[in-house]
């Protein structure tokens, strides 16, 4: 079993930063992608970004290019995204995943893992 916990959620101002952590426990391996989502209130899981296995390959959204940056740090079993410049439309709960492939992919049914979440409000 594998379990991954989001933390550094918050409440920020338009135009703040705030890193989000994902810990991963259990049997964990360092040989898969990870990937961060998003939920806003009345709309569907969006992707984010993603990383792959060894960190070396990195896909984001659009939405979020030139401001998040995902990485990992495997022997803390641990994946980052960096979030600078935040908008209103930011606002969401933020998800970790942990793909089926080595590769990063935008495709939520390409991963088996989930956290529980982390809450970001940007203010504006």
């Known amino acids: 079993q594998v379990q991954l916990v989001e933390s550094g959620g918050g409440l920020v101002q338009a135009g703040g930063s705030l890193r989000l952590s994902c810990a991963a426990s259990?049997?964990?391996?360092?040989?898969?992608?990870m990937g961060w989502f998003r939920r806003a209130p009345g709309k569907e899981r969006e992707f984010v970004a993603a990383?792959?296995?060894?960190?070396?390959?990195?896909y984001y959204a659009g939405s979020v290019k030139g401001r998040f940056t995902i990485s990992r740090d495997n022997a803390k079993n641990t994946v980052y995204l960096q979030m600078n410049s935040l908008k209103p439309g930011d606002t969401a709960v933020y998800y970790c995943?942990?793909?089926?492939?080595?590769?990063?992919?935008?495709?939520?049914?390409?991963?088996?893992?989930w956290g529980q979440g982390t809450q970001v409000t940007v203010s504006s």
């Open positions: 259990g049997r964990t391996s360092s040989s898969y992608a």
């Open positions: 995943g942990r793909s089926r492939r080595t590769v990063p992919s935008w495709g939520g049914s390409e991963y088996d893992y």
């Open positions: 990383i792959s296995w060894s960190g070396g390959s990195t």
